[in-house]
């Protein structure tokens, strides 16, 4: 099964989802076609065993970090936030793409966008307890669209242009000190 799912992210990232097919995915992870669909009927399966894949990672990397989060500094908070998006760029950049093309999950996407700020909120008030409750969520959707910078930055690191991780890094950091210290 992990060798199906990692052929089929390979493949959906290489090719799309029109562009992958059953017998693609069988062939890149060295399965019998009639063993693949034994566990997937067709490539819609596929994607969203991906996509359930991708939300449990999210949710248990989360989960993670709001455990931590008491114990971190904000500077090293902002830090764990910017590398867990730059490790998980690829996958997000894939789930995100698909949920946009299927229109049959536009409700889902829209629960899981929902959920992930939900928790993100919840790693920032275990982290900053004393932080307005009611201010929570738009601080958590600020930092989300901050980490979605991580996406173009990448590229002017591959370029070699510099160090803008850490630069990001500095800026949530700020962003973050400023507005969860604030009394309300």
């Known amino acids: 099964m992990e060798a199906i799912l990692e052929a089929a992210t390979k493949l959906f990232a290489e090719r799309g989802l029109q562009g992958t097919t059953m017998s693609a995915v069988a062939e890149e992870s060295g399965t019998a076609p009639g063993s693949l669909y034994r566990f ?3 490539r819609d399966e596929v994607w969203d065993a991906l996509l359930d894949r991708y939300v449990a990672l ?11 989060a008491p114990l971190m500094t904000t500077q090293e908070l902002a830090r764990h936030m910017v590398q867990d998006m730059q490790n998980r760029f690829q996958l997000r950049k894939l789930a995100m793409s698909f949920l946009e093309i299927r229109e049959d999950l536009a409700p889902r996407r829209r629960e899981l966008r929902l959920e992930i700020l939900r928790r993100t909120a919840d790693v920032l008030q275990a982290h900053a307890p004393e932080a307005d409750p009611e201010r929570l969520p738009v601080i958590a959707r600020m930092a989300s669209q901050m ?4 996406a173009g930055l990448e590229k002017v690191e591959a370029d070699g242009e510099g160090a803008v991780m850490p630069e990001l890094e500095r800026a949530l950091c700020l962003y973050l000190t400023d507005t969860l210290r604030r009394v309300p």
């Open 40 to 42: 997937f009927r067709n």
């Open 58 to 68: 999210r949710y248990d990397q989360l989960s993670e970090l709001r455990a931590c």
């Open 147 to 150: 980490l979605r910078m991580v």
